[in-house]
Structures are given as C-alpha cells and as structure tokens.
C-alpha cells in the first residue's frame, strides 16, 4: 500500500523567499506522484506530476519539484514567493494500474508581505 | 467545457435526513471519484467508478452509497445523515488509463446537526 506523509501542516514565507513544502512517500513500487493546490473555496488543481520520466519537474505558477528515491522524497519549492501563492498545498501517490490517489493531510502556505 | 459539476454547493441536513449528492463530467472520462476533505486528514476516498457499471469501496464508505447512472454522472446518498459527516465533499474524474490526472469539481460543503 502508498502513503504520504507532508512536513509541517502549516508554512510561512515572506513574499520573495523561497517556498520549500516537503513530501516523503511510502511505495512498494515505482509510485507515480503529484502536487495538487486548494485556493479557498475552490477544488483541487494538479500543479505538477512525476510519472518516471525527468526527475525534475516543472508545473504550473513557477513551481518545480524533484524526486529523489532513496530519500523517498518529493519536495515542492518554488524559488521566489508570491503572495498569490497562498493555498493549501497536497502531495498525492499512486502506482502504474491503480488510479488510485492517495494523499497527504496537506500543507497550508501562507505568504507575509 | 464545464469540466466536472457539483450540485449543491451547500447543503445544511438533520440527523437521520437522507441526500443526493450528484456529480457529472463532461469529458467522457471512465473513472470517477468521491472524497470527502477534513481539516487536517486530507482528501479520502469514499468510493470509486472504474467504468459505467462498477463500484469500488474507498477508505471511508460507511454510511455513502454510489450510483454511477452513466458515462457522466456519478451520484453520492447519505441514508441517514451523521453529525460525523458533516465535510466537504469533493467529486474528481480521471481520463484515460494511464493518465492518472485527477480532475476536480467545486466541491459541496455538507453540514449535518
């Protein structure tokens, strides 16, 4: 079975740091993962995803992440933070044939001007 | 392209009154979902639809009942409400096999007294 677990439920940046939202999986096989954003109010948006390609992605607003399998790790950063950024952040795994997501309890990123 | 519709958005229920939650998407997608979202539990899943015709239990199914009435729509019944389903309520549709992207609808915010 996956799991997921996300560092820190709630994260604070000054508009211009770096945002840094941490994800560690749990996988028995190859695990597809994903960073989905929550504005208030709203439903949940796919911001990037790794399917076993490129370690590094890109997604949408700026923001990337890498995944690094021996620290079963899939962090989100971005390099400059704006204050448009505020949302609650969920990291999401699922494994090739399941489509099944399964996700993190989220983290909310706040942005101080 | 409406994407994935919820109806209602809100929805206030006595303990014990029964409900409809209805959900449709309009890009012919086979797999689709309902979570419900609580602070600080994330999304978890309720039940599933691999295709017209199927149902799949999720994490969390007790007390919900599915319909998948078609390609389309895919409906969610409380019997008998509990306070402890008071949540937001989230619908997502999935494309094809190995897409993996899970598209999501508004959301219902569900309160039972």
């Known amino acids: 079975a996956q799991s997921v677990t996300q560092l820190g439920s709630h994260v604070s940046v000054s508009e211009g740091a770096l945002v840094l939202l941490r994800c560690n999986y749990s996988?028995?096989?190859?695990?597809?993962l994903f960073w989905y954003v929550q504005y208030p109010n709203q439903g949940l948006q796919l911001l990037l995803k790794?399917?076993?390609?490129?370690?590094l992605v890109k997604g949408i607003n700026g923001f990337e992440a890498e995944f690094k399998k021996s620290e079963t790790s899939f962090h989100l950063t971005k390099p400059s933070a704006h204050m448009s950024d505020a949302a609650e952040y969920f990291c999401a795994v699922s494994v090739k044939g399941a489509q099944k997501l399964v996700f993190g309890q989220g983290t909310r990123l706040t942005i101080n001007p | 392209n409406a994407g994935v519709t919820q109806t209602p958005k809100f929805q206030v229920l006595k303990t014990g009154q029964s409900m409809t939650l209805q959900c449709a998407q309009d890009m012919n997608h086979n797999s689709m979902y309902w979570y419900r979202q609580d602070p600080g539990m994330g999304l978890r899943l309720i039940y599933y639809?691999?295709?017209?015709?199927?149902?799949d239990k999720g994490e969390v199914p007790n007390g919900y009942n599915v319909s998948r009435l078609n390609k389309r729509e895919f409906s969610l019944r409380l019997e008998s409400a509990a306070p402890s389903q008071t949540s937001v309520y989230f619908c997502a549709s999935i494309g094809g096999w190995y897409s993996y992207e899970q598209y999501f609808g508004p959301g219902t915010r569900l309160t039972v007294t």
């Open positions: 639809s691999a295709s017209e015709g199927t149902t």
């Open positions: 996988s028995s096989v190859p695990p597809y």
């Open positions: 790794y399917t076993s390609a490129a370690t």
